[in-house]
């Protein structure tokens, strides 16, 4: 099996699992209790803490612990929404948004908030004059995502935040996809919230973090006890959490590893040789995740794609059952053309891939595609 889609999820780094271990077996404390084995979990989660915060170029205290990348978008979402209510009830987001961002800012705004969704260009970017166009009194909250999940384009956050800064408005991204694979330090970015997933930077499933800038308040989404400095009640999960903070700190020497783009691009011109009929590339050619790799093969459908080549993890890129023509809701934002579209797979590498399994795919990716090229184009 050839596994291709690290952006749905990736292993768990083995000295992540290793890190993990203690917290599942003998040191299994509260890390609220005031005794030794309480102080021990509390001890690790802070440590986790740093390492977040040190990836992230924030300080611990703006860290929270989540249980994913989704928790973390709708504690920011809803609970500024609910935070800054009596100040307006405009939210502004793209129209590429994953669900986790889209799907909280629908259920606003049958609530009574409204909400804009700026377009993107061609490639899958926003303009930030597009943002900054639609600004009003009342807006109390931007969200655009860091990097695309389909197509991997990259958004001009620094131009953007500059634009939310000038205005006065927080300003959130959703990282869950750029955490680990390109630099993602807060100020830079000039982010005020910042969403992590950790099993897409090799940490388990089950855990994420928020990043909350200093002065930047929200109402909760989980209401309890006071953990997490009273952001996010419930115990917290030491052993994911010790996890994710060994991912980050793993994550710091190997953003930007260019293996990684050495093979997504071995995997491009390989398929573009091998391929009889179009094979049109979806997104940004380099403002890209490095790792990310959308093409659509011209005439043929994605969902009889991934089934004609089992041996190949990918994703279509949108959840298309065989013989369907229904695009993605994001390459339909792109107006990319239906031809192509309809045959999208998007293919993600991730750090245990190797040559030889990008030569294999290859063959199998292009046996299928040519295949049911011929297939259609067949008189």
């Known amino acids: 099996m050839i596994y291709l889609d690290y952006n749905a999820s990736t292993p768990v ?22 005794h030794a084995m309480g102080r021990a979990a509390r001890s690790a989660v802070d ?32 609970g500024v929404a609910d935070r800054a209510a009596g100040r307006g009830r405009h939210i502004i987001t793209s129209v590429i948004e994953h669900p986790a961002v889209l799907n909280p800012c629908a259920w606003l705004e049958e609530s009574g908030y409204e909400i804009t969704r700026v377009g993107v260009d061609a490639t899958g970017r926003v303009d930030p004059g597009d943002v900054e166009r639609a600004i009003r009194p009342g807006t109390i909250l931007i969200s655009i995502m860091h990097a695309n999940n389909e197509v991997g384009t990259i958004q001009p956050l620094a131009e953007i ?3 939310a800064r000038r205005r006065g408005v927080p300003f959130h991204t959703d990282a869950a996809q750029s955490v680990g694979k390109i630099p993602t330090r807060v100020d830079e970015l000039g982010v005020d919230f910042l969403s992590i997933a950790g099993h897409k930077c090799y940490a ?24 997490e400095s009273g952001r996010r009640a419930g115990t917290e999960a030491v052993a994911m959490i010790v996890g994710l903070g060994v991912a980050c700190e793993l994550a710091k020497s190997l953003v930007g590893d260019p293996a990684i783009r050495t093979l997504r691009d071995r995997l491009h011109e390989g398929l573009k040789a091998a391929f009889k009929g179009e094979l049109v590339l979806h997104g940004h050619a380099d ?34 059952h065989a013989g369907s023509n229904a695009i993605s809701p994001v ?49």
């Open 161 to 163: 935040s500059a634009v």
């Open 13 to 34: 780094d083995p000295r992540v699992r290793q890190a993990m271990l203690p917290y599942l077996g003998e040191w299994f404390g509260n890390p609220s209790a005031p």
């Open 331 to 379: 390459l339909a934002a792109m107006n990319v053309a239906p031809r192509s579209a309809a045959g999208a797979i998007r293919f993600s590498v991730g750090r245990p891939t190797t040559a030889p399994e990008i030569q294999a795919a290859v063959r199998l990716v292009a046996e299928a595609a040519n295949a049911a090229y011929s297939s259609t184009s067949t008189p």
């Open 204 to 227: 388990p499933q089950g855990v994420g973090a928020l990043y909350a800038r200093k002065g930047f308040g929200f109402e909760p989404l989980m209401h309890g006890a006071g953990h």
């Open 47 to 78: 440590a986790a803490r740093a390492q977040v915060a040190s990836l992230l170029g924030a300080s611990p205290e703006e860290i929270i612990f989540t249980s994913s990348g989704t928790e973390a978008n709708n504690t920011v979402i809803k």
């Open 287 to 320: 403002l890209r995740l490095p790792n990310t790799l959308n093409v659509g093969f011209a005439g043929c459908r994605n969902g009889e794609l991934l089934e004609a080549m089992p041996g190949v993890c990918a994703t279509a890129a949108a959840a298309c």
